[in-house]
């Protein structure tokens, strides 16, 4: 088995800044890439970093300049550092780790974590 703790978050005013964490523990081979999605009211969950076991990173557009995505591989943690936050970036955030077991990889998403920015 393989859990996901997540933890930051919570609430800041427009412009502040916010940090997650998420780590995995349990049955791991091989961590392969890792990454934040979030998904906001109404809206359909979305990419919003990502880092792959050598650290190529991927952001969203949106987030571009703002947001930081980085790992620790001896922890098997993910790490998202939000500067500059917007309302817009209001949303729950959702680690999702690719790990290998066995001969498989396999997805696993964390419980999510709220994010608030105030106007």
């Known amino acids: 088995q393989v859990q996901l703790v997540e933890s930051g978050g919570g609430l800041v005013q427009a412009g502040g800044s916010l940090s997650l964490s998420c780590a995995a523990s349990g049955s791991i081979f091989r961590v392969n890439a890792m990454g934040w999605y979030r998904q906001a009211p109404g809206k359909q969950r979305e990419l919003v970093a990502a880092?792959?076991?050598?650290?190529?990173?991927t952001y969203a557009d949106s987030v571009k300049g703002r947001f930081t995505v980085s790992r620790d591989n001896a922890r098997n943690t993910v790490y998202l550092q939000m500067n500059s936050l917007k309302p817009e970036d209001t949303a729950v955030y959702y680690c999702k780790v690719s790990i290998v077991r066995g001969i498989l990889e396999y997805d696993y998403w964390g419980q999510g974590t709220q994010v608030t920015v105030s106007s």
């Open positions: 880092i792959t076991s050598g650290g190529s990173t």
